[in-house]
């Protein structure tokens, strides 16, 4: 799993040079944004960020799962990680939040579900592991089930 170290050790301090070297805007092509509608039609995100999350939405398309986005949550915003002094990798464009009101951070599965929720399956995550993501669903401390960053 990358850490904000890592990520500040090869993007730098997320500035506006930072921006300017890193992060593009990528149009989302056409074939996903009309399977995915909850997707924004262009994407700022790190150019690193654009292949890997181009492969994970066509594998969701590919084997159905793409239904069970129904909300985006963001990629780029430059933050502490919650309740941490550390960056957030959404600080340098690599991480994404999906169906947020569906996935509070800190609840498991079973507690989404137990609260009317619909926390995403594993095969959706599935798409995410197989394309070069680390998954908040596999967290312990807090459970993140809204969250996917490169690894």
């Known amino acids: 799993m990358v850490t904000s170290q890592q990520a500040f050790n090869k993007y ?18 056409e074939d996903i944004r009309k399977a995915i509608p909850a997707l924004p039609p262009k994407l700022y995100a790190n150019k690193d960020f654009i292949k890997p999350v181009e492969a994970a939405f066509r594998a969701l398309i590919a084997n159905g ?10 990629i780029f915003n430059v933050r502490a990680k919650r309740n941490l002094s550390s960056m957030s990798l959404h600080s340098w464009g690599i991480a994404m ?4 009101p569906d996935n509070a951070l800190g609840k498991t599965r079973e507690q989404l579900i137990a609260a009317g929720k619909k926390p995403f399956s594993d095969k959706f995550f599935d798409a995410f592991r197989n394309n070069g ?6 967290w312990k401390s807090p459970a993140d089930l809204m969250h996917v960053q490169l690894k």
Request: proline residues 11%; aromatic residues 18%; negative net charge.
């Open 65 to 74: 799962y793409y239904k069970e986005i129904n909300s985006f949550g963001g």
């Open 12 to 29: 730098g301090n997320p500035t506006p040079d930072f921006e300017r070297k890193w992060m593009v805007l990528w149009p989302v092509p």
């Open 97 to 100: 939040d999906l169906n947020a």
């Open 133 to 138: 993501f680390d998954c908040g669903a596999d």
